[in-house]
Protein backbone atom coordinates (compact mmCIF):
# COMPACT_ATOMS: atom_id res chain seq x y z
CA UNK A 1 0.00 0.00 0.00
CA UNK A 2 1.51 3.39 -1.15
CA UNK A 3 1.87 5.77 1.36
CA UNK A 4 0.26 9.65 1.31
CA UNK A 5 1.53 11.85 3.66
CA UNK A 6 1.73 15.29 3.57
CA UNK A 7 4.48 17.12 5.53
CA UNK A 8 3.35 19.76 8.54
CA UNK A 9 1.09 22.37 7.48
CA UNK A 10 2.18 26.18 8.67
CA UNK A 11 -0.17 28.33 9.69
CA UNK A 12 0.15 31.40 11.83
CA UNK A 13 -0.32 29.30 14.90
CA UNK A 14 1.57 25.81 15.78
CA UNK A 15 2.04 23.49 13.10
CA UNK A 16 -0.14 20.62 13.18
CA UNK A 17 2.17 17.62 12.59
CA UNK A 18 0.75 15.26 9.66
CA UNK A 19 3.67 13.09 10.14
CA UNK A 20 5.95 11.18 8.21
CA UNK A 21 5.15 7.06 8.76
CA UNK A 22 8.06 6.50 10.41
CA UNK A 23 7.53 8.90 13.40
CA UNK A 24 4.04 8.35 13.99
CA UNK A 25 5.22 4.95 13.48
CA UNK A 26 7.57 4.91 15.97
CA UNK A 27 5.46 7.16 18.76
CA UNK A 28 3.02 4.41 18.16
CA UNK A 29 5.19 2.05 19.07
CA UNK A 30 6.13 3.43 22.53
CA UNK A 31 2.18 3.69 23.29
CA UNK A 32 2.56 0.01 22.54
CA UNK A 33 5.25 -0.52 24.45
CA UNK A 34 3.86 1.78 28.20
CA UNK A 35 1.25 -0.48 27.51
CA UNK A 36 2.81 -3.92 27.31
CA UNK A 37 4.95 -2.74 30.34
CA UNK A 38 2.00 -2.07 32.33
CA UNK A 39 -0.40 -4.80 31.75
CA UNK A 40 2.80 -7.28 33.07
CA UNK A 41 2.75 -5.44 35.73
CA UNK A 42 -0.96 -5.88 36.19
CA UNK A 43 -0.53 -9.15 35.71
CA UNK A 44 2.37 -9.88 38.25
CA UNK A 45 0.56 -7.95 40.75
CA UNK A 46 -2.18 -9.99 40.39
CA UNK A 47 -0.03 -13.64 40.76
CA UNK A 48 0.32 -14.01 36.82
CA UNK A 49 -2.56 -15.99 36.87
CA UNK A 50 -3.18 -17.73 33.10
CA UNK A 51 -6.15 -16.24 31.34
CA UNK A 52 -5.80 -12.79 32.78
CA UNK A 53 -3.53 -11.27 30.01
CA UNK A 54 -6.61 -9.62 27.68
CA UNK A 55 -8.29 -8.22 30.76
CA UNK A 56 -4.50 -6.29 32.05
CA UNK A 57 -4.40 -5.41 28.44
CA UNK A 58 -6.99 -3.30 28.38
CA UNK A 59 -7.04 -2.32 31.77
CA UNK A 60 -4.05 -0.79 30.90
CA UNK A 61 -4.93 0.80 27.96
CA UNK A 62 -7.69 2.37 29.48
CA UNK A 63 -5.21 4.27 32.35
CA UNK A 64 -2.90 5.00 29.90
CA UNK A 65 -5.13 6.36 27.39
CA UNK A 66 -7.49 8.96 26.85
CA UNK A 67 -10.45 7.68 24.66
CA UNK A 68 -11.26 9.80 21.25
CA UNK A 69 -14.58 10.59 20.59
CA UNK A 70 -14.61 11.13 16.60
CA UNK A 71 -17.31 11.42 14.23
CA UNK A 72 -16.69 10.87 10.62
CA UNK A 73 -18.76 12.66 7.90
CA UNK A 74 -18.87 12.62 4.16
CA UNK A 75 -20.11 14.89 1.17
CA UNK A 76 -19.78 13.81 -2.39
CA UNK A 77 -16.40 15.40 -2.33
CA UNK A 78 -14.82 14.86 0.55
CA UNK A 79 -14.02 13.15 4.08
CA UNK A 80 -15.10 15.39 7.08
CA UNK A 81 -13.32 13.49 10.40
CA UNK A 82 -13.66 15.58 13.65
CA UNK A 83 -12.08 14.04 16.58
CA UNK A 84 -12.58 15.41 20.13
CA UNK A 85 -9.17 16.28 21.49
CA UNK A 86 -9.64 18.71 24.84
CA UNK A 87 -6.43 19.92 26.74
CA UNK A 88 -4.30 18.87 23.13
CA UNK A 89 -2.77 21.94 21.50
CA UNK A 90 -1.84 21.64 17.68
CA UNK A 91 1.63 20.71 18.66
CA UNK A 92 0.55 18.15 20.68
CA UNK A 93 -0.97 16.03 17.63
CA UNK A 94 0.22 14.10 14.95
CA UNK A 95 -1.99 12.69 12.10
CA UNK A 96 -0.79 10.19 9.75
CA UNK A 97 -3.28 9.98 6.57
CA UNK A 98 -3.34 6.99 4.46
CA UNK A 99 -5.66 7.08 1.88
CA UNK A 100 -8.16 4.78 3.16
CA UNK A 101 -8.03 5.58 7.22
CA UNK A 102 -6.63 8.03 9.48
CA UNK A 103 -4.54 7.81 12.43
CA UNK A 104 -4.24 10.25 15.50
CA UNK A 105 -1.72 10.44 18.45
CA UNK A 106 -1.00 12.91 20.81
CA UNK A 107 0.79 13.73 24.16
CA UNK A 108 0.15 16.61 25.80
CA UNK A 109 2.16 17.55 29.71
CA UNK A 110 -0.58 19.54 32.00
CA UNK A 111 0.95 21.01 35.17
CA UNK A 112 -1.29 22.16 38.49
CA UNK A 113 0.23 24.27 40.43
CA UNK A 114 -1.73 25.17 43.56
CA UNK A 115 -0.75 27.94 46.78
CA UNK A 116 -2.95 26.90 49.95
CA UNK A 117 -1.71 28.94 53.46
CA UNK A 118 1.70 29.45 52.62
CA UNK A 119 2.42 26.04 51.07
CA UNK A 120 2.66 25.49 47.26
CA UNK A 121 2.56 22.12 45.17
CA UNK A 122 2.99 21.46 41.33
CA UNK A 123 2.01 18.20 39.74
CA UNK A 124 2.61 17.01 36.33
CA UNK A 125 0.71 14.70 34.36
CA UNK A 126 0.96 13.40 30.56
CA UNK A 127 -2.24 12.85 28.57
CA UNK A 128 -1.96 10.36 25.28
CA UNK A 129 -4.77 9.96 22.95
CA UNK A 130 -4.11 7.16 19.82
CA UNK A 131 -7.12 6.44 17.41
CA UNK A 132 -7.41 4.92 13.84
CA UNK A 133 -10.08 6.03 11.78
CA UNK A 134 -11.46 3.96 8.61
CA UNK A 135 -12.40 6.28 6.07
CA UNK A 136 -15.97 5.57 3.93
CA UNK A 137 -13.98 6.50 0.92
CA UNK A 138 -10.27 7.05 -0.76
CA UNK A 139 -9.10 10.21 0.15
CA UNK A 140 -5.97 12.34 -1.19
CA UNK A 141 -3.95 13.22 1.96
CA UNK A 142 -1.83 15.60 -0.06
CA UNK A 143 -5.02 17.96 -0.51
CA UNK A 144 -6.21 18.06 3.35
CA UNK A 145 -6.23 20.57 5.55
CA UNK A 146 -7.21 21.05 9.42
CA UNK A 147 -8.08 23.17 11.85
CA UNK A 148 -7.73 22.84 15.75
CA UNK A 149 -10.72 24.64 18.04
CA UNK A 150 -12.36 24.40 20.99
CA UNK A 151 -10.99 21.45 21.54
CA UNK A 152 -12.12 19.58 18.41
CA UNK A 153 -9.43 18.62 15.76
CA UNK A 154 -10.95 18.93 12.40
CA UNK A 155 -9.22 17.05 9.02
CA UNK A 156 -11.12 18.05 5.79
CA UNK A 157 -9.80 15.20 3.43
CA UNK A 158 -10.77 15.83 -0.08
CA UNK A 159 -11.64 12.47 -1.82
CA UNK A 160 -9.63 10.59 -4.46
CA UNK A 161 -11.64 10.94 -7.75
CA UNK A 162 -10.85 7.92 -10.21
CA UNK A 163 -10.27 9.33 -13.81
CA UNK A 164 -12.27 8.25 -16.86
CA UNK A 165 -9.23 8.34 -19.19
CA UNK A 166 -11.16 10.33 -21.40
CA UNK A 167 -9.42 13.50 -22.67
CA UNK A 168 -10.01 16.59 -24.81
Not at 90 to 100: A, P, S
Not at 103 to 113: E, L
Request: proline share 4%; with cysteine; glycine share 4%.
Amino acid sequence: MSTAIVAPIETKDKALSISIPDSLTEEMRRIDEEIKQFAFHLFQRRGALPGTDFEDWLTAEALLLKPVAVNVEQDKDRVIVRADVPGFTQKDLKVHIEKDFVKICGKAKQTHKSNNEGMSASEQSFRKIRTTVDLPANVNAKESSYAVKDGVLTLTLPKEHKSTGKTN
